[in-house]
């Protein structure tokens, strides 16, 4: 794969796990009904957890789109979003007791995350 194709493929899946992630947390930011039905009726989590992770989910996702921040800041950006990402999965299947076939619709924001990560890591280590 050239350094341009690398680097197509790093942005388009960036801004694509970074505009997921965003859309994720805007119900949350002021937590909405459903997003207080969900974790916090559903998964048990306090209700201020929700504005929390929800402003934390911003902040990773605004890191990683920004093009020469720091190498550490970047990865713990990335290690947060995943995170959030495999403790919803973890919350999904521990309140319900068992595995739902519809968590892997989060394979959707799992997949352009890792593709994003392994394409900056290209861009980086070239």
Same mark, same amino acid.
């Given at each position: 794969?050239?350094?341009?194709? %690398?680097?197509? /493929?790093?942005?388009?899946?960036?801004?694509?796990? $970074?505009?997921?992630m965003?859309?994720?947390?805007?119900?949350?930011?002021?937590?909405? @009904? #459903?997003? /207080? @039905?969900? /974790?916090?009726? %559903?998964?048990?989590?306090?209700? *201020?957890?929700?504005?929390? &992770?929800?402003?934390?989910?911003? +902040?990773?996702a605004?890191?990683?789109?920004?093009? =020469? &921040?720091? =190498?550490?800041?970047?990865?713990? $950006? *990335? $290690?947060?979003?995943?995170?959030?990402? $495999?403790?919803?999965?973890?919350?999904? /299947?521990?309140?319900?007791?068992?595995?739902? #076939?519809?968590?892997?619709?989060?394979? &959707?924001? +799992?997949? #352009?995350?890792?593709?994003?990560?392994?394409?900056?890591?290209?861009?980086? *280590?070239?």
């Open positions: 794969m050239t350094a341009k194709t %690398t680097n197509i /493929i790093y942005w388009i899946s960036t801004i694509i796990f $970074a505009a997921l965003i859309v994720s947390a805007s119900g949350g930011i002021q937590p909405s @009904q #459903p997003a /207080i @039905q969900l /974790i916090h009726d %559903t998964l048990g989590y306090p209700v *201020y957890f929700i504005q929390f &992770i929800s402003i934390a989910k911003v +902040i990773g605004v890191i990683i789109l920004i093009p =020469r &921040i720091g =190498r550490s800041i970047k990865e713990w $950006a *990335y $290690a947060g979003l995943f995170f959030d990402l $495999a403790g919803a999965i973890y919350s999904g /299947i521990a309140s319900s007791g068992k595995f739902d #076939p519809l968590m892997l619709t989060l394979l &959707i924001w +799992i997949v #352009p995350g890792v593709v994003s990560y392994y394409c900056w890591h290209k861009k980086i *280590y070239k």
